[in-house]
């Protein structure tokens, strides 16, 4: 049976025929390209062992393409009414699971419950299931979804979501640029970045104000090995970015306050052979990277003396 095309016009009717209209403060602007559906459905090259998240079920369009790729999908929707529409149109799929509210527990940690199913349904599939972050993420969540995700058990093989194009641009940004930040060396620490295609607010129903991204994250194991502490790397990497353009001497001596004193932060970048002149912001992932586990260390031989 062919699918109706998801123009802004079918989905008005759609909704109000629900007695639904979109809701600003979850960020709901629905995709009615379906072949841009199809693009984010393709592009996570999706297999019939693979465990897929989807955040933002909306009325299931995704979902549908998810359901038909991989062996199990798991999706959430924070919208009460928006859940029930979803439900009456994907209920009748054996490998779709439903949730009803916020992914996000508080702003730095995620629905227990959610992370809970996905385990479950991965140890359903056996040791070769993969799990995989497919979605048209809501704006104001996107950030803290995919980073907290990555600090997960399991984290996810493969992200392909949509974003605010800010904020792709962000993620795939280099040492010295504007947009270059903790968020970029975050995930390139972990993963390869990439962003599959830029979109126009005219692809989506509301409109946005700002462009939008489809992204690709492909996790990289043995680059998560070498990160000895992954809490302690993701929280000084955000406080080495607090004040990006400062001098890094001063960024280290204020985030370490307390843990570090001046004298040991000299000696941690006296042997990196840092200048007194360089700045967060101009340094490489890597050096990044050997930075945060040298303070590491220098914690640790710090404790150890007090003992």
Same mark, same amino acid.
């Given at each position: 049976m062919n699918q109706p095309r998801q123009t802004a016009s079918y989905l008005s009717k759609r909704l109000a025929a629900a007695g639904l209209q979109p809701v600003s403060r979850y960020g709901q602007n629905f995709l009615i390209d379906l072949n841009l559906v199809d693009l984010i459905a393709n592009s996570a090259e999706m297999r019939k062992d693979d465990v897929v998240l989807e955040i933002g079920t909306g009325v299931g369009s995704l979902t549908s393409r998810l359901s038909d790729a991989a062996g199990a999908v798991l999706t959430i929707e924070i919208d009460e009414n928006l859940h029930r529409l979803a439900k009456e149109e994907l209920g009748w799929r054996p490998n779709v699971r439903l949730?009803?509210?916020?992914?996000?527990?508080?702003?730095?940690?995620?629905?227990?419950?959610?992370?809970?199913?996905?385990?479950d349904a991965m140890s359903r599939i056996g040791e070769n299931a993969r799990f995989l972050l497919v979605a048209n993420l809501?704006?104001?969540?996107?950030?803290?979804?995919?980073?907290?995700l990555m600090l997960e058990t399991p984290s996810p093989d493969v992200v392909v979501a949509t974003i605010q194009k800010e904020v792709g641009d962000r993620i795939v940004a280099e040492p010295g640029s504007k947009d270059y930040g903790a968020l970029s060396v975050w995930l390139q620490s972990l993963c390869k970045c990439s962003i599959v295609?830029?979109?126009?607010?005219?692809?989506?129903?509301?409109?946005?104000?700002?462009?939008?991204a489809i992204i690709r994250l492909d996790a990289q194991p043995e680059w998560r090995a070498?990160?000895?502490?992954?809490?302690?790397?993701?929280?000084?990497?955000?406080?080495?970015?607090?004040?990006?353009?400062?001098?890094? *001497?001063?960024?280290?001596?204020?985030?370490?306050?307390?843990?570090?004193?001046?004298?040991?932060?000299?000696?941690?970048?006296?042997?990196?052979?840092?200048?007194?002149?360089?700045?967060?912001?101009?340094?490489?992932?890597?050096?990044?990277? *050997?930075?945060?586990?040298?303070?590491?260390?220098?914690?640790?031989?710090?404790?150890?003396?007090?003992?």
């Open positions: 949730l009803q509210g916020d992914a996000l527990h508080n702003k730095n940690t995620l629905r227990p419950d959610m992370m809970e199913q996905i385990r809501p704006y104001n969540v996107a950030t803290p979804i995919i980073s907290n295609r830029v979109l126009s607010p005219k692809v989506f129903w509301p409109r946005p104000n700002v462009d939008s070498n990160i000895p502490d992954l809490r302690y790397f993701h929280e000084t990497v955000r406080t080495l970015f607090f004040h990006r353009r400062k001098f890094l *001497r001063s960024v280290v001596v204020s985030g370490m306050k307390g843990r570090l004193d001046k004298r040991q932060v000299d000696e941690v970048l006296g042997s990196l052979g840092y200048s007194e002149t360089a700045r967060t912001e101009e340094l490489p992932v890597a050096e990044i990277q *050997r930075l945060v586990e040298a303070l590491r260390q220098a914690e640790i031989k710090a404790k150890s003396e007090k003992e």
